[in-house]
């Protein structure tokens, strides 16, 4: 079984920066898939940022704004979010994507409010 806990969630101004944290536990390897998706109010849940044991892919909307860390040891992933947009406003969840069963885990969300 996998646990994830979400944190850093907030509000904040337009052009500003977050860091969210997602802490495990359970057995990740590290093959198996992390990530971030997010909710945007009347919108349905879309990636933001996905590592499938090696490179990073990004959503095209936040390519080059957002930063996401994998730490195959902690069994941690972060997202650093930068110039931070009125449309990044949603919730955020991380996603643990099990390679061996084909589960997905998910946290239970953090709210990011961009808002001037």
């Known amino acids: 079984q996998v646990q994830l806990v979400e944190s850093g969630g907030g509000l904040v101004l337009p052009g500003g920066s977050l860091r969210l944290s997602c802490a495990t536990s359970g057995s990740i390897t590290t093959i198996d898939t992390m990530g971030w998706y997010r909710q945007r109010p009347g919108k349905q849940r879309e990636m933001v940022a996905i590592s499938r044991g090696g490179p990073v892919d990004y959503a095209d909307s936040v390519e080059g704004r957002f930063t996401m860390s994998r730490d195959n040891f902690k069994k941690t992933i972060s997202l650093q979010m930068n110039s931070l947009r009125l449309e990044d406003t949603a919730v955020y969840y991380c996603?643990?994507?099990?390679?061996?069963?084909?589960?997905?885990?998910w946290g239970q969300g953090t709210q990011v409010t961009v808002s001037s």
């Open positions: 996603n643990v994507h099990k390679w061996l069963n084909d589960v997905e885990y």
